[in-house]
C-alpha cells in the first residue's frame, strides 16, 4: 500500500509565476489536509478538503493560493504570481474513514523555491 | 483555540542516555495528541498518539509518551537513546478526528556517540 505521494518532491519558481503542487492520498483515504513549513517553524494548517469539497480552509492566505480534490485525481496547491515568501516545505497528509481517522499520515512534502 | 509548546529547540544526548523532549499543550476540549518524527528532507512519520484511552502511550522505536491532564502535557520519552534517533520531533494537537492538527515548532534532537 503506497503511502501519501507528493510531486513534485522540489520546485523552483521565479517570481510572478505559478506553482503546482500534487498530493495522492493513501488508497482509501478520503480527507486531505495541506501543511506548510517555513524554516526554524512548526508546520502550520491551510486547508482541510474532501473529495470535491473544502472543508476548511482557515489557514490558507486570501490571495494567490487555492486547494481542490476533485473527483477523480490528486489533490492540487495551486500558488498564483508567487513572491519569495512563499518558499516554503508543502505536506500533504491524508486521514482515512472509521476507527482511525483522527490519524493523519504524511508525504514527503514538496520543497518550494522561489528566486 | 489551540496551542502546542515545546521546550527546548535543540536538545543533546549521549547515546544511550535517556531522551526527553517535552510538550505542554492548551486546548478548551479533551484533546488528542500526536508525536511525529522528521527525518531530514522527508515527510513526518507518526510515532505515537493519545486519544482519551490509556494516558502511558507506547510507540514506535522504543518511545513512548504520558498524557498528563493536570500539568497540561505530554512529553516524549526513550530510555536509551540510539544514533539513528536523531532527528526533529514535532508534538501536535486536534480536537477531534477528522480535525486539523496544531504543531509545535519541534525540537531538534542530537545524539552523539
Known amino acids: 500500500n503506497a503511502g501519501v505521494m507528493q510531486n513534485p518532491r522540489h520546485l523552483v519558481r521565479r517570481r510572478g509565476q505559478e506553482a503546482r503542487l500534487r498530493c495522492s492520498p493513501m488508497?482509501?483515504?478520503?480527507?486531505v489536509y495541506w501543511y506548510r513549513q517555513l524554516p526554524e517553524e512548526g508546520l502550520k494548517f491551510m486547508v482541510y478538503?474532501?473529495?470535491?469539497?473544502?472543508?476548511?480552509e482557515s489557514g490558507m492566505p486570501k490571495e494567490r493560493f487555492s486547494a481542490e480534490f476533485p473527483k477523480e485525481g490528486p489533490s492540487i496547491l495551486r500558488i498564483q504570481q508567487v513572491v519569495r515568501g512563499d518558499s516554503a516545505a508543502y505536506f500533504c497528509?491524508?486521514?482515512?474513514?472509521?476507527?482511525?481517522?483522527?490519524?493523519?499520515?504524511f508525504g514527503a512534502g514538496t520543497r518550494l523555491s522561489v528566486l | 483555540a489551540q496551542s502546542v509548546t515545546q521546550l527546548g529547540s535543540h536538545v543533546s544526548v549521549s547515546e544511550g542516555a535517556l531522551v526527553l523532549l517535552r510538550c505542554n499543550y492548551s486546548?478548551?476540549?479533551?484533546?488528542?495528541l500526536f508525536w511525529y518524527v522528521q527525518y531530514p528532507n522527508q515527510g513526518l512519520q507518526l510515532l505515537l498518539k493519545?486519544?482519551?484511552?490509556?494516558?502511558l502511550v507506547k510507540g514506535i522505536n522504543g518511545f513512548e509518551a504520558e498524557f498528563k491532564k493536570s500539568e497540561t502535557s505530554f512529553h516524549l520519552t526513550k530510555p536509551s537513546a540510539h544514533m539513528s534517533d536523531a532527528a526533529e520531533y514535532f508534538c501536535?494537537?486536534?480536537?477531534?478526528?477528522?480535525?486539523?492538527?496544531?504543531f509545535g515548532k519541534g525540537t531538534m534532537l542530537l545524539v552523539s556517540p
Open positions: 497528509a491524508s486521514s482515512p474513514e472509521g476507527a482511525a481517522k483522527n490519524i493523519q499520515y
Open positions: 488508497k482509501g483515504h478520503s480527507h
Open positions: 478538503l474532501q473529495k470535491e469539497n473544502i472543508i476548511d
Open positions: 486546548s478548551s476540549v479533551p484533546p488528542y
Open positions: 493519545y486519544t482519551s484511552a490509556a494516558t
Open positions: 501536535a494537537v486536534s480536537d477531534t478526528g477528522y480535525s486539523t492538527l496544531t
